[in-house]
């Protein structure tokens, strides 16, 4: 996802996969958009979400979708015997339909002037329908075009792809690995962006899956929240992999984590390829080795 790129995935899709158990496809939807428009509108107070919301429903409603599920399906003319089908991806608004809404009601115009590099500046390919297929069996997220201040929106946006996919049949094995988590739950995001981050940690395995969070600084993972953030996703995270930390990093791991006196001077003297593995209540030294085999796919 990029500049150069001709991937694209619309803001505001909304995907069959996406119900929820305790909502229905528009509520669930907008609780997602309310997480990536504070990211890029940052942390609003109660009115300015009120009005958020407010726009939104407005932009749905005039593509003819409501908070009734069944204006999600089309229904062919012949009502006999025919599965209603749910609606195409250029059914759905984009952010350029969102952005004239706001534009109609000076109460809203607090969100123009940020949005418009994603309608018609630099980060206008955000602007656009939905056209990235994942049934293979690897899926990569190459978001590095999206540079630095910017990166968090490519990121928050394929995990919700991947999160809709994941649920679709909870037979299939899948797991979903997050880098730089702490984009989506550290000082830079906000409660809504990590409490989506949270609640996969919490259920993806009813779903068949597993997640796997990444990070090279154990601080940014408590920087939000005083870490509750961090702390729950740790809680639910059967294995916990901690390659060499600094003396700081270990003080900070070891508020959430007991470590013995004999961890800690472990943890700080691990080489490369060797780390500390909580494995439920086992605590393992292990050293991971390059077989053959990778050494000729590396080179």
């Keep these: 996802m ?50 958020l919301e407010e726009k939104l429903i407005e932009t749905y409603k005039r593509k003819g979708i409501t908070f009734d599920d069944n204006s999600l399906y089309k ?13 195409e991806s250029k059914d759905m ?3 350029e339909d969102f952005y004239n809404v706001i534009l109609e009601d000076p109460k809203s115009e607090f969100m123009k002037y ?9 980060l206008s390919f955000f602007n656009n329908y939905t056209n990235v297929e994942i049934n293979n069996k690897l899926i990569v997220a190459d978001i590095y075009e999206l540079g630095e201040d910017n990166i968090k929106y490519g990121i928050y946006l394929f995990i919700d792809l991947f999160w809709d996919k994941l649920k679709k049949d909870r037979n299939e094995i899948k797991s979903i690995y997050m880098d730089e988590i702490w984009r989506l739950i550290g000082a830079t995001s ?26 090279q600084d154990v601080a940014d993972l408590f920087s939000l929240e005083d870490g509750i953030y961090g702390k729950s996703i740790l809680n639910n995270s059967s294995i916990k992999n901690f390659f060499s930390l ?26 490369r390829g060797e ?19 990778e050494k000729e796919i590396i080179i």
């Design 246 to 271: 600094e003396e700081e990093n270990i003080k900070l791991l070891d508020q959430y984590i007991n470590l013995s006196e004999k961890e800690k001077i472990e943890i700080k003297s691990l080489k």
């Design 114 to 122: 940020k949005l418009f590099p994603f309608i018609k500046g630099s």
């Design 190 to 215: 906000n409660e809504f962006v990590a409490s989506f981050i949270y609640k996969i940690f919490k259920t993806i395995r009813k779903y068949g899956g597993s997640a796997v969070a990444i990070t």
């Design 93 to 95: 608004p984009i952010l």
């Design 75 to 87: 229904y062919s003319d012949e009502k006999i015997n025919i599965k209603p089908i749910f609606k």
């Design 275 to 293: 780390s500390l593995m909580f494995v439920g209540d086992d605590h393992i030294l292990a050293r991971v080795e390059v077989s053959e085999e």
């Design 2 to 51: 990029g500049a150069s790129s001709n991937t694209y995935i619309n803001v505001l899709e909304i995907r069959e996969e996406s119900i929820e158990d305790e909502q229905g496809y528009l509520a669930t939807k907008i609780g997602k958009l309310k997480g990536f428009f504070s990211l890029v509108f940052g942390n609003l107070d109660e009115e300015k979400t009120g009005i």
